[in-house]
């Protein structure tokens, strides 16, 4: 059987995002999961999210990367995050279990395999926390890396970086459902977007799925029920931008 990896990020203890997404790579025949960090903040189902994703950790049917919102459950980070992200740490830390703290505690920050590494925001220097959006930032994200393949998450929006002929790393915007042919003799940094808040002015959430062997990258976007993901962000007393945010995908 043909591997498939759905790759997610930015989760954000959303939880009809995640199961719009989860549904939709079981339709594809997604094998395997990779969850890119940011699995809790921002939204209201903490809870839910890490239960479902620590089971399929436990069933070997995923691995799981920390992220810098994950970390900020167990480390002091407020520094580093707007009121709006700090607001909703505080919040998600009076909902968790010590469980679900040692599970964000025990997730590596970067995992690397034969021709993949997986991390939540740049191979270089990983726990600076560091965004791809730019031609620099994705080789000095590839150079440490030294992987054909490096999938991130943390900037929210989708994009595929390649290399060119000269070693530069040229910026593409992936169309939702093309199939891009990605020949591991070059080599790819693919943010996948967020699957919990999208960025990109579309509320609807974003995955990928990687074939290795056929060396084939597909985005997605799945449309889900941003309104009732946003009413309980209200109803938890979380800051109503979070709430505008599901809805208007910016």
């Avoid at 965004?131 to 030294?146: E, H, K, L, N, P």
């Amino acid at each position: 059987m043909t591997e498939r990896i759905g790759l997610f990020a930015d989760l954000h203890s959303n939880l009809e995002a995640y199961e719009a997404c989860i549904a939709r790579a079981e339709e594809l025949g997604v094998t395997r999961m990779v969850f890119l960090g940011d699995l809790v903040g921002y939204n209201a189902d903490p809870v839910a999210l890490l239960d479902r994703i620590a089971g399929l950790v436990e069933a070997k049917r995923a691995i799981a990367i920390l992220g810098n919102h994950d970390e900020a459950v167990f480390k002091d980070c407020r520094t580093q995050m707007n009121a709006s992200a700090n607001a909703a740490i505080e919040w998600t830390k009076t909902q968790l279990k010590e469980s679900h703290i040692e599970f964000l505690k025990n997730l590596p920050l970067i995992v690397n395999e034969e021709k993949m590494c997986f991390v939540h925001a740049s191979a270089y220097k990983p726990a600076e926390w560091n965004y791809i959006t730019d031609s620099m930032s994705a080789w000095r994200c590839v150079q440490d890396s030294g992987k054909s393949y490096t999938f991130v998450g943390h900037a929210h929006e989708q994009a595929l970086f390649y290399q060119s002929a000269v070693g530069k790393l040229i910026r593409f915007a992936p169309h939702p459902g093309d199939e891009i042919p990605v020949l591991q003799h070059r080599q790819w940094v693919g943010v996948v977007g967020s699957l919990g808040q999208p960025r990109d002015g579309n509320p609807e959430a974003c995955f990928a799925v990687f074939e290795p062997e056929l060396e084939v990258l597909t985005f997605h976007r799945v449309p889900y029920d941003h309104f009732t993901a946003a009413d309980k962000v209200r109803r938890a007393g979380l800051p109503e931008d979070l709430a505008n945010r599901l809805i208007t995908g910016k």
